[in-house]
C-alpha cells in the first residue's frame, strides 16, 4: 500500500525519485503552476520553455519527465498538465488536482518515493491532491506471477507520496490528509474485491472477508447463509443463487455511532459472477461479470470508511450476494419466486437477477427503518446505454434527495446523473400469474428496473437506487485516477453522504 505524508520541504530540496509540478495551458502558451516556484528557478525561470521545447502543452492528462538539474534533490521532474490555467486569483478544480495528482502517481509506478508540488491553497486542495495521487498508485498485481515481478515487467505501486505545499501540523490539513488516507484505501479495497476473480471471490469467501476487516475495525456482522435464507423466505436471493454450487449469503455488516444519530442503510448488489442464469450472457457480454458485485464491494468500504472516519451516524451495509450459474438446480424462465416481503414474482427473464436480490435486502433492511435506504447496483445494460460508461444514474422516491446525492457525487468528483422512475413504465411489469414480472419493455430497461426495486421500499422511507452498471468496470485505457478494472465507483459518494447525515445536512 502507498504511504502518503505532508511535508514542507521545498519542491527542490526534498530527496525523492521524482518531483511532480504542474503545468497549464496560458494566455500565452505553457505556464508552470504555482508550487513549482524553487523548480523553476533551478532551470532558470526557463522550466516553462523547455517543456513547450519538449512538446508540452499542459493539456488535461499530459506527462512530461526530464532529468532535475542541479539544485534539485529529485531525480527527476515529471510535469502534468492541469488543462487551462484559472482565471487571475482562481484556483484549479478539485478534480483537476485529483485527476492530475492520479496520472502523476499512475506513471510513477515502480518508483520508490514522489513528492507532489501541485499548486495547492488551502486543505480542500491538498486532500484532492493525495487522494487523487493514492488512487492513481493502485496496481493490482495479486495474480501475477513472481517472475514477471521480479524481472520489472509487473511495477509496484508507487511506494511514498510527499505532499508538498500545505501544514503538516495545522488541524485541517492532517485532518484532510487522513481523510485521504481512509477514503482512498477503502475505494482501493473496493476495487481489489472487484479485480478478483470469481472462482475465488464468491459469496462465502467474500462473506468472510468482510468478517475479517469488521474484526478489524469493530463493525458487527450477521452472516445469513443459504439454510438461514431458505427458512427465513428470502426466494429473490435463493432463486438467484440456487444454481451455483457457490451458496448465496445476505450479509448485515453495521457500524453504529450511539442512539438516536442519524441512520443509512447501503445495500449492494453483489452477484459474484453473472452468467445470466439459463437465461445465458453471448460470449462478448460475459467477460468482466466478476464485476457484477461492484455494489457490495462499494457498501462494503463505505461502512469500514464510515467507522475508521469515526462518523457520527449509523451506517448499515446490506451485501446481497450470489452467484448467478445455469444448471439443473437453476431458476427456469417463467418460475415464479416468493419473496422475502411476500410478494410473488415471475422470473421471465434470469439475467435480471439483480432486481430480485436487491429487493430482498430493501425489504429486509426497511425493518430497521432506517431514515433512507441508497441501494447502489450494477444493473442494467440500458443505463449504459443512456449514460455511458463513466457515469451513474440515480432514481429515487424523493427528487430531494436524488439531487442531494447527485451534487454528493459531484463535489467527490464522481460524474452521476438524475434519472426519472415514470408511472408508466410499471405496467410492462405485470404478469399474467404473480404479483409482479422481474422485466418489462426493453426501452427505459433501466428505469424499468428502478421501478421494480420501488415496490419493495416500506412506505415512509426515503430511497434512491445508484445504477453503477457503467462506471463500475473500466475496460478502456487508465484516465486520471482511475485504472483498468474495478474503480470503486459510488464509495466516495456514499461516504460523502454518510458525512453530510452525520452532519445533519442529508435528512
Ligand atoms: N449485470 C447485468 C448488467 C450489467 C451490464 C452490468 C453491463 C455491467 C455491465 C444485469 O444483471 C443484467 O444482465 N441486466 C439485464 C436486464 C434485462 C435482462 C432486463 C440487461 O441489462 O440486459
Ligand atoms: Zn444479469
Ligand atoms: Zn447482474
Redesign the pocket.
Known amino acids: 500500500m502507498t504511504a502518503l505524508t505532508l511535508s514542507t520541504s521545498s519542491a527542490a530540496s526534498l530527496r525523492a525519485d521524482a518531483v511532480v509540478v504542474g503545468v497549464a495551458k496560458g494566455p500565452k502558451g505553457l505556464v508552470v503552476a504555482s508550487g513549482a516556484e524553487a523548480i523553476d528557478q533551478a532551470f532558470d525561470g526557463k522550466l516553462a520553455a523547455t517543456l513547450e521545447t519538449l512538446g508540452a502543452a499542459g493539456g488535461e492528462g499530459e506527462v512530461t519527465k526530464l532529468p532535475a538539474p542541479a539544485g534539485v534533490k529529485a531525480a527527476v521532474v515529471l510535469a502534468v498538465g492541469l488543462g487551462e490555467a484559472p482565471a487571475d486569483g482562481g484556483g484549479h478544480a478539485a478534480e483537476t488536482l485529483r485527476r492530475a495528482a492520479g496520472v502523476a502517481a499512475r506513471t510513477l509506478a515502480g518508483a520508490k518515493k514522489a513528492a507532489f508540488a501541485l499548486p495547492v491553497s488551502g486543505a480542500q486542495d491538498t486532500e484532492a491532491v493525495a487522494t487523487g495521487a493514492l488512487l492513481g498508485a493502485y496496481v493490482f498485481t495479486s495474480y501475477r506471477g513472481g517472475k514477471e515481478k521480479a524481472s520489472g515487467a509487473v511495477k509496484e505501486p508507487l511506494a511514498e507520496i510527499a505532499v508538498l505545499g500545505g501544514k503538516p501540523r495545522d488541524k485541517a490539513f492532517k485532518a484532510a490528509a487522513e481523510r485521504a488516507i481512509t477514503v482512498a484505501e477503502e475505494v482501493n479495497r473496493a476495487r481489489d474485491l472487484i479485480n478478483i476473480p470469481s472462482n475465488d471471490l464468491f459469496p462465502k469467501s467474500f462473506a468472510e472477508t468482510v468478517q475479517a476487516a469488521a474484526k478489524e475495525h469493530g463493525l458487527k456482522v450477521e452472516v445469513l447463509d443459504e439454510k438461514a435464507l431458505t427458512k427465513g423466505g428470502y426466494g429473490g436471493i435463493m432463486g438467484v443463487g440456487q444454481g451455483s454450487a457457490n451458496p448465496p449469503r445476505l450479509v448485515k455488516v453495521a457500524y453504529t455511532a450511539g442512539r438516536n444519530k442519524p441512520h443509512l442503510a447501503f445495500i449492494g448488489k453483489g452477484?459474484t459472477y453473472?452468467s445470466?442464469g439459463i437465461?445465458l450472457?453471448p460470449a462478448g457480454h460475459n467477460e468482466?461479470?466478476k464485476?457484477?458485485m461492484s455494489g457490495a464491494a462499494a457498501v462494503f468500504a463505505a461502512v469500514v470508511a464510515a467507522a475508521r472516519l469515526g462518523l457520527d451516524a449509523n451506517v448499515t451495509g446490506w451485501l446481497a450476494l450470489a452467484e448467478n450459474m445455469p444448471s439443473g438446480t437453476a431458476t427456469r424462465p417463467g418460475d415464479v419466486l416468493r419473496m422475502y416481503s411476500g410478494k410473488t414474482v415471475e422470473v421471465l427473464?434470469t439475467?435480471?437477477?439483480?432486481r430480485l436480490v436487491l429487493a430482498d435486502a430493501i425489504t429486509r433492511a426497511g425493518e430497521e427503518k432506517p431514515d433512507a435506504i441508497i441501494d447502489v447496483a450494477?444493473?442494467?445494460?440500458?443505463m449504459?446505454l443512456a449514460l455511458g460508461d463513466r457515469t451513474f444514474g440515480v432514481m429515487a422516491n424523493d427528487d430531494a434527495f436524488r439531487t442531494a446525492i447527485h451534487e454528493a457525487a459531484g463535489e467527490v468528483g464522481e460524474a452521476s446523473w438524475p434519472m426519472p422512475l415514470p408511472a408508466e413504465l410499471r405496467k410492462g411489469l405485470d404478469s399474467p400469474i404473480a404479483d409482479m414480472a422481474n422485466?418489462g419493455e426493453r426501452m427505459g430497461?433501466g428505469l424499468t428496473?428502478g421501478i421494480f426495486l420501488k415496490e419493495f421500499v416500506a412506505e415512509g422511507i426515503t430511497w434512491a437506487h445508484l445504477d453503477i452498471?457503467g462506471p463500475?468496470?473500466h475496460e478502456g485505457a487508465p484516465y486520471g485516477y482511475t485504472p483498468k478494472g474495478g474503480t470503486g465507483s459510488s464509495v466516495r459518494t456514499l461516504v460523502r453522504l454518510a458525512e453530510l447525515a452525520a452532519a445533519g445536512e442529508l435528512f
Open positions: 452477484i453473472d445470466g437465461s450472457k468482466t461479470m464485476c457484477d427473464n439475467d435480471a437477477e439483480g450494477t444493473l442494467t445494460g440500458a449504459v422485466m430497461g428496473a452498471a463500475a468496470f
